[in-house]
């Protein structure tokens, strides 16, 4: 069957559930999840010189400059799983710059849909506050929900940890940093009329679900893959 393929971009502040979410997409639509935070994540402990870049920024909870993740995200944006059917993003765009930069590499298709998963700032907080995540992979757990083994990834066997930049300092700059820098996107796409809001409170299965009837709401379907 030949399909168009799926464009989404997943907005929220930090602790919001875009990974997780972003994680469920992909795996339903058997399309690529691009995190940038993950791709950051990897390219720092591989030591390439694009994370050496980085490195400073993620530890301080800035945003690296645009100039260094577009070239990124663009490259990955052309391979031949994201171009055939389609990607999740989540963690960009994240700023005006970003989301005028991702146009010019979608043309002439473009996003088809942004969904902006809402969590008040005291809940994310809470979340942050337990979050730990697959050192290899990136999967999410929380103090609560642990993996079944000893801190050990139930996905790849990685050792789950608690991010550096999950720091009280780092996550004040980054929930800053979201408001100045990434919330105006919100009303950037509504006025390209592919805003999605999505209630971001409630367990991941009810969320996905939200998710799932949000992107049905711009033609996005299909069966689980
Ligand atoms: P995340 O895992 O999405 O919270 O991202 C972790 C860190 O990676 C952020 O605090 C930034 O330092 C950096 N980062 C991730 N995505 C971007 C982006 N689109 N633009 C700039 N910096 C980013």
Known sequence: MVSTPIRIA????????????AMRISHHFAIAHISTGDMLRAAVRAGTPFGEKAKAYLQRGELVPDAVIVGVVAERLGEPDA??????LDGFPRTLHQAE????????????VVVNLEVPE??????????????VCG???SVAMPPHVDWTCDVCGGEVVQRADDTEEA????????????APL?????????????????????VHERMLEALARHGIVGEAG
């Open 122 to 135: 005291w809940l994310v907080l809470e979340r942050l506050a337990s979050r730990r995540v697959c050192s």
């Open 101 to 112: 930069a991702l146009e010019s590499i979608l043309l002439p298709e473009g996003l088809g």
């Open 186 to 206: 919100i009303a950037f796409y509504e006025g390209r009329g592919l805003l999605e809001t999505v209630d971001g409170v409630g367990d991941p299965e009810e």
């Open 171 to 182: 996550i004040r700059r980054r929930l800053a940093a979201y408001e100045s820098a990434t």
């Open 139 to 141: 999967a999410n757990y």
């Open 10 to 21: 997943l907005l929220g502040r930090q602790g919001a559930g875009k990974g997780t979410q």
């Open 83 to 88: 171009k055939r059917r389609g990607f999740v």
